[in-house]
């Protein structure tokens, strides 16, 4: 795996030279047949302002249609490589009209879900071919691709919703192609995160994504305890059957009164902003599931010195990591690193009450 992804030294500049320079024609975004296509003109106001809209025969989305300008020469000609495009995370019309274009231009597009993505190329009328590319194949479609964009192709990266790359696949694509000097062009568009965030009412100044938590308990809690003393907001995904779940692991170290941001089906027709606090939150969701995807957004700790913990709460936290199978030094690690407690001081607590349990001396003397 490592060795995949060191830079190729046989990759010739010529070789270099020959899928860098050879430039792709952007083809037309769509057409009209004349015979099926009528229009009408609307007086807007002012007389010099003259809307034309036109009504299309085709199924393929009339608000495309109409909106997207002709190609213009000065946006040239896109250039091989691996463009990451941003697509809608619900409302088909949150997509930018240069990730239409791009998607239109390309060889291939790789896609999560092709059955799904399928419905978006199909609403804008786009005929590229679709190649499956998801967490369960990527290591195995990396070479593939590879080769098709050393030999000069525009290959696009979408995923079912969003931005690619983002708690998505084609994070280890996109390294590799930048170790092997193949442009990575973004095509910036929606981003769940992005959008929870800007409407949540907490800080936006700062803010940490953690996305989905580790499946293992263990390290579930040990996330959990560096974001709850955070001063900034934190950002979660979170799968709407383990919602309850996630509410209650959280409030046990971010605490009841820390206020909550619960961001559901945005873009689409049920979309919901939830707001109050994990306490809150407890009771609302502990026996209601919410359909829909979820991005959920918890203000980070006040600014204000925090008092120390008690001896009592810094043995609870110790015994939690050493009875989940963590060392004695990690233990104390993860602990120090959520307070303001010395390293030194814990480290000296957790030899008197765990030392003789797992068999470590204290080597201080």
């Given at each position: ?13 010529a070789?270099?030279l020959?899928?860098?320079?050879r430039?792709?024609?952007i083809p037309?975004?769509?057409h ?5 296509t ?7 106001f002012?007389k010099?302002i003259?809307?034309?809209a036109?009504c299309s ?7 495309f ?17 691996l463009y ?21 231009s390309?060889n ?8 799904h993505?399928g419905?978006?190329?199909?609403h804008y009328?786009i005929?590229?071919p679709l ?8 290591s ?11 030999q000069g192709?525009?290959?696009?990266l979408i ?14 694509l ?8 193949i442009?990575?062009?973004?095509i ?12 949540s009412?907490?800080?936006?100044d700062e803010?940490t ?33 383990k ?8 409030s046990l170290?971010f605490g009841d009164s820390r206020?909550c941001?619960i961001?559901?089906?945005m873009?689409k027709?049920?979309?919901?902003f ?5 306490g ?7 026996t209601?599931?919410p359909?829909g ?11 204000a010195?925090i008092?120390?913990p ?10 939690d990591l050493?009875?989940?199978g963590?060392s004695?030094?990690?233990?104390v690690?993860l602990v ?9 001081t ?8 765990f030392?003789k349990?797992l068999?470590v001396?204290d080597d201080?003397?």
């Amino acid at each position: 795996m490592l060795t995949r992804r060191l830079p190729s030294m046989a990759f010739s500049f010529a070789t270099s030279l020959s899928w860098r320079s050879r430039p792709h024609p952007i083809p037309n975004l769509f057409h009209i047949q004349t015979p099926s296509t009528t229009f009408r003109s609307l007086s807007v106001f002012h007389k010099k302002i003259l809307a034309l809209a036109f009504c299309s025969s085709s199924q393929s989305s009339p608000q495309f249609t109409d909106s997207v300008p002709e190609e213009s020469p000065k946006r040239g000609l896109l250039k091989p490589g691996l463009y990451l495009v941003g697509t809608p995370i619900g409302n088909l019309e949150d997509i930018t009209l240069r990730a239409l274009r791009v998607l239109k231009s390309a060889n291939v597009i790789l896609s999560e879900d092709t059955r799904h993505s399928g419905k978006l190329l199909h609403h804008y009328n786009i005929k590229t071919p679709l190649m499956s590319y998801h967490k369960f194949n990527e290591s195995r479609r990396e070479q593939t691709v590879l080769k098709r964009l050393k030999q000069g192709e525009i290959v696009a990266l979408i995923s079912d919703a969003g931005t690619p790359c983002i708690s998505d696949p084609g994070m280890e694509l996109a390294k590799l192609c930048v170790d092997e000097n193949i442009p990575v062009i973004p095509i910036p568009g929606p981003s769940a995160l992005v959008a929870a965030l800007s409407a949540s009412g907490l800080g936006t100044d700062e803010f940490t994504f953690v996305g989905f938590l580790p499946k293992h308990a263990g390290s579930r809690r040990e996330r959990l305890m560096v974001s709850a003393n955070e001063i900034m907001t934190q950002i979660f995904y979170v799968p709407p059957h383990k919602l309850a779940q996630f509410i209650e692991e959280t409030s046990l170290h971010f605490g009841d009164s820390r206020r909550c941001v619960i961001a559901r089906e945005m873009t689409k027709m049920h979309e919901e902003f939830w707001r109050g606090t994990l306490g809150d939150a407890k009771e609302v969701f502990s026996t209601h599931q919410p359909k829909g995807e979820i991005t959920l957004l918890i203000e980070g700790t006040a600014k204000a010195i925090i008092e120390p913990p008690s001896e009592c709460e810094l043995e609870n936290k110790l015994r939690d990591l050493i009875s989940s199978g963590h060392s004695l030094s990690t233990a104390v690690k993860l602990v120090a690193g959520g307070t303001s407690v010395g390293r030194k001081t814990i480290y000296s607590l957790a030899l008197r009450k765990f030392g003789k349990q797992l068999g470590v001396e204290d080597d201080s003397n």
